[in-house]
């Protein structure tokens, strides 16, 4: 039996990991704490929410007497952190909340589960505070190649597979944090206090750094689920600058797979990066999404190409991210489930299939699911 709290259980990527939690360990009683941001809709978890060792509690991380006495009263041995505020641009107009949820946030929850381990009397023994993060921490990669060869070529990583890249550089987890935009300075600096717990006090944590995830139950405010609504609806798709910028993305259940195994079997103090190699142009993912929304819906192929409109830069846009992922690849055994193909089919599919989802969410409707289904429980 154990106790974990998961924060930000509500959002995108926390809901996948709530879910396969609660599913695939009935033994372990899963609590989901969340302060319902604009980020957060409980419809995400509709299909687990009445199971027995499934409990959702409204609460912000900040609050750090809140949160104390919540692992005391559930005697709680280990936490999966995802809760933060995770949208660049937010971050470009509102740097205060960035540093308040995402810095003092994490330090909140990491001083109530030190001063409630360290008065138990096995104190760490089989306790884990694990610290999802980001690749934005480590800054932006250059597209460049030693021989001038044209971007993308085909690369052989760490872990002896061949890819596609964009660089001859990868993120890897020695390098240098060289974060550029508010919400990547807060992940850094809440990265900094997990690891200053850990060498300071002893606790016994990890850290992950995964790439651009995508799939189902992501706010459309992101450009997947965002042009994906608007190719639907014939809206302009905004892309910043040329489209030029380089993402890797990696399907959400892998990234909670990964999470699965590094808390069972990660090692304690160590930090793993997480990524499938897949890298992609803007614009060239954009013709992708549009080409496969067309055809799903019975359009002419690339009917709607001329929905692209090119618009303003992001402040500071970080112009690629690639992950090597080769030290969980080697050490734990992780790979992804999934090709890109096979992933973003699914995810166009999952978006079209449930517009009803996507309709609250853009209506503010979705905001009304806790009042109605969990205020009076
Ligand atoms: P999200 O914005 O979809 O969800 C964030 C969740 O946190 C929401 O449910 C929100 O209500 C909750 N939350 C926000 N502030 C809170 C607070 N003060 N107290 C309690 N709950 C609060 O985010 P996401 O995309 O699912 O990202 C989850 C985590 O993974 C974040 O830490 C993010 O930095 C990291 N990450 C995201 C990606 C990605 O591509 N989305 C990639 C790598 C890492
Ligand atoms: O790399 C991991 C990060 O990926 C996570 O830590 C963040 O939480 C997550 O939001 C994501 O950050 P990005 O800024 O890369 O994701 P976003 O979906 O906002 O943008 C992806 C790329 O598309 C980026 O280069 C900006 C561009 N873009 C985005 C939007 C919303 C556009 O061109 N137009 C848009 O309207």
Known sequence: MRTIIITGGAGFIGSHVVRLFVNKYPEYQIINLDKLTYAGNLANLKDIEDKPNYRFVKMDICDFDGVYKL????????????????????????????????????????????????????????????????????????????????????????????????????????????PHSPYSAAKASSDHFVRAFHDTYGMPTVVTNCSNNYGPYQFPEKLIPLFINN?????????????????????????????????????????????????????????????????????PEGADMDLITYVTDRAGHDLRYAIDSSKLQRELGWEPSLQFEEGIEKTVRWYLDNQEWMDNVTSGDYQKYYDDMYKNR
């Open 71 to 178: 692992m005391q009263e559930e005697h709680v041995d280990g936490i999966i952190h995802l809760a933060a505020e995770s949208h660049v641009d937010r971050s470009i107009k509102d740097p205060f909340t960035f540093a308040q949820t995402n810095v003092m946030g994490t330090l909140s929850l990491l001083q109530a589960a030190k001063l409630y381990w360290e008065s138990l009397p096995e104190k760490w023994d089989g306790k884990r505070f694990y610290h999802i993060s980001t690749d934005e921490v480590y800054g932006a990669l250059q597209m460049t190649h030693p021989e001038g060869i044209e971007p993308p070529f085909t690369t052989k990583a760490s872990s002896g597979k061949h890819h596609l890249a964009y660089g001859e550089k990868f993120f890897t987890e020695d390098l240098k944090y060289q």
């Open 231 to 299: 190719i639907r609806h014939r809206k302009p798709l905004p892309v910043y600058g040329k489209g030029e910028n380089v993402r890797d993305w990696l399907y959400v259940v892998d990234h909670a797979r990964a999470i699965d195994l590094i808390f069972h079997k990660g090692k304690i103090g160590e930090t793993y990066n997480i990524g499938g190699f897949n890298e992609w142009k803007n614009i060239d993912i954009i013709k992708v999404l549009i080409n496969t929304v067309d055809r799903l819906l019975g359009r």
